[in-house]
């Protein structure tokens, strides 16, 4: 059946048991094909009816159909003619997320989630200001109804009780692990009140057929129906705000959550239907993982669900490890996770300190200001995110956790080039927006050990925000230092000569490419010596005096060259007077692509190779100009 669906209107011709055939091959097929390239398994698993039902009731592209969060919109791939996953989430491949290069179907790359209501708000504003009848559908789901964003725009769209827009909540009862909060248990009611509505028409049924008083009491017993609803399904909440609920709805079944958007598609103003759905539906191993239901695996045995390959220990566990050893030394630390607990290596501290660990949901704003508030009253939280994420709670570390002097550290996990999951989540960007946050001190360490240690040297500030920063997957060798400079490790002195050439700037991870580019420039007769900052905010200041010695300096981040420690390096060197040429090498400023990490660093040119040509060139130019200089000298 899947190869006859070349686009959302094929869907049309099948008949009711074609369309459940139809659902058991999309999930063989998306276990078949993620478990070769790995991505988002267990949340496609629980929209694939969803999906079905969305595509036959509502025609896309005319219809705007929007998912947040976008990893759950393979099934809607699948549905619009993108059938082939071969290369799923690497270069010249399909995106894991909607992508707009794709195809026409895709109107939003969402992939951080809590936005997709403001996007929906919009469209929906847009055709109402010229006139169209398309429709505007949301689905939002796996936790993402707990970001405030979603909340604010909620605000907005339930204002207009008479410009259509639906709203689908995929509640499948988690983010990345359970969903917690007040929302969650809110919903969780709806859940267990399904006979409400029948109870309703039963009761408007009965009353009709009583002759004389039957019509006025049932009038006056609907005056009261708002009521009734709040003792019998707390469902309120959505209609104080001024929406049409429809739901709860089983989303695994294909009739029934047709009629419910039928309805909403005929309501002609906001409606909010409830579809209940299960994470990993169809594959036992998802079913079975407790930590999350396979929300996202790396390339496993399609019929154990075992990992292909062991990774070994990578850059999360190292920070979680070494923050359960600080957890049991000091008891004013405290841990907070934006729904994360797991991918950012805080289940373990979670497990040993249940008391002590602060799971707010997609939530990073709230987060960073309660975070602010946990230092005022005398803790020390260590907030854990995605590298990529920190851009939504700027505003709150500037102006709540800096402003105020708070010893808030935060740890950035997946910094720099991540690679797979494309544009929105490479964390590229946050040694560039965090060079302006006055007081702020900020870690790249290099390796494990300097992932513990410099952890420890940031928990140990408190009367300031602190940041330490690592990358994504596999945590190489250790690299040793060879001496210190302030308190930057030296990791190659160049040989002893009146001037070295180069000085190489090494930023956190990059530190084996920089060795290797060093190495490069020796067997062209370049000397260079790399030094690794460790904190690179402030720029150490030992560093001017260094480059004074040398006769150019080269930075290496992964991060964007805008602004960044690139930046932050040649300012410190102007303001002591240094007048050494600088160059530095980074991430163009520029979305990248999804591909592989390595596929990504090698098309930017962050590759040990491509930067030690460009400083050959540099440094040739620097002799040809003191040449010509001596030359002109000598003949004057």
């Known amino acids: 059946m899947l190869t006859r669906v070349k686009g959302p209107r094929d869907l049309d011709e099948l008949a009711p048991e074609q369309l459940e055939q139809l659902a058991g091959e999309i999930r063989s097929f998306l276990v078949d094909s993620v478990a070769k390239t790995g991505g988002h398994l267990g949340p496609n698993l629980g929209v694939v009816e969803l999906t079905i039902a969305l595509h036959r009731v509502f025609d896309s592209p005319k219809d705007s159909i929007l998912f947040d969060t976008g990893h759950q919109s393979y099934v809607h791939k699948l549905l619009t003619g993108r059938q082939d996953f071969s290369r799923l989430r690497l270069k010249g491949g399909l995106s894991g997320y909607p992508s707009r290069a794709e195809s026409e179907h895709d109107v939003i790359e ?31 789901g796996d936790g993402a109804l707990t970001g405030g964003m979603a909340w604010e725009a909620l605000n907005n769209i339930a204002a207009a009780k008479d410009r259509p827009l639906v709203i689908v909540v995929n509640d499948n009862e988690r983010s990345y692990a359970p969903t917690i909060g007040g929302l969650a248990n809110h919903l969780a009611t709806l859940r267990t009140t399904d ?49 049409k609920y429809v739901g709860p709805i089983d989303g695994h079944d294909v009739a029934a959550v047709e009629s419910a958007l039928q309805r909403a598609k005929r309501f002609g103003g906001p409606v909010l239907v409830h579809c209940l759905t299960e994470k990993g539906r169809g594959y036992q191993p998802a079913l079975e993982d407790e930590a999350d239901q396979f929300h996202a695996v790396p390339v496993i045995h399609p019929d154990t669900g075992l990992p292909v390959k062991s990774s070994g220990a990578d850059w999360t566990s190292v920070f979680g490890e070494e923050m359960v050893k600080l957890g049991r030394e000091r008891e004013d630390i405290v841990a907070i996770t934006a729904a994360m607990m797991r991918p950012v290596g805080l289940h373990e501290f979670a497990e040993e300190f249940p008391e002590r660990v602060y799971d707010v949901g997609i939530a990073e704003q709230h987060a960073a200001v309660s975070a602010a508030g946990l230092a005022s009253g005398g803790l020390h939280p260590v907030f854990a995110v995605y590298a990529t994420f920190l851009n939504r709670a700027f505003d709150q570390l500037l102006m709540d956790v800096a402003l105020h002097k708070c010893g808030v550290t935060f740890v950035l996990d997946r910094a720099g080039v991540t690679g797979t999951d494309g544009p929105s989540h490479n964390g590229m960007w946050d040694m560039s927006i965090l060079q302006c946050v006055p007081g702020l001190r900020l870690a790249a360490p290099r390796d494990a050990d300097q992932v513990r240690a410099q952890l420890r040297e940031a928990v140990d500030v408190d009367d300031a925000p602190t940041v330490v920063r690592y990358s994504k997957g596999a945590v190489g060798p250790a690299v040793p230092a060879v001496g210190r400079v302030g308190r930057m490790d030296v990791l190659r002195k160049a040989p002893d000569t009146q001037r070295p050439d180069v000085l190489l700037v090494s930023v956190g991870a990059l530190a084996p490419m920089c060795l290797e580019i060093a190495d490069l420039l020796d067997k062209q007769g370049i000397s260079a010596t790399v030094v690794d900052p460790r904190w690179v905010k402030p720029v150490d200041e030992e560093l001017a005096p260094l480059a004074e010695q040398h006769r150019v300096v080269v930075t290496v981040e992964d991060n964007c060259r805008a602004g960044g420690v690139g930046s932050a390096v040649s300012q410190a060197l102007r303001d002591a007077g240094v007048d050494v040429p600088l160059r530095d090498f980074g991430i163009p400023e520029r979305f990248l692509d999804h591909g592989s990490r390595g596929e990504v660093m090698a098309e930017i040119g962050l590759t040990a ?16 100009r003191f040449e010509t200089q001596a030359a002109e000298a000598a003949r004057d």
């Open 609 to 624: 190779p491509d930067i030690a040509r460009q400083v050959t060139g540099l440094v040739a130019k620097l002799d040809g």
């Open 110 to 140: 969402n992939s951080h989630a809590s936005t997709v209501l403001g996007w929906a708000d919009g469209l929906a504003k847009a055709n109402e200001v010229q006139q169209k009848d398309d429709h505007v559908v949301a689905v939002i």
């Open 195 to 243: 006979g409400y509505e029948r109870f309703l028409a039963r009761g408007k049924e009965v009353l009709n057929r009583t002759p004389v008083v039957g019509k006025p009491l049932y009038e006056t017993l609907h005056g009261a129906k708002k009521g009734l609803k709040d003792f019998i399904a707390p469902q309120g909440m959505f209609e104080d705000l001024g929406l």
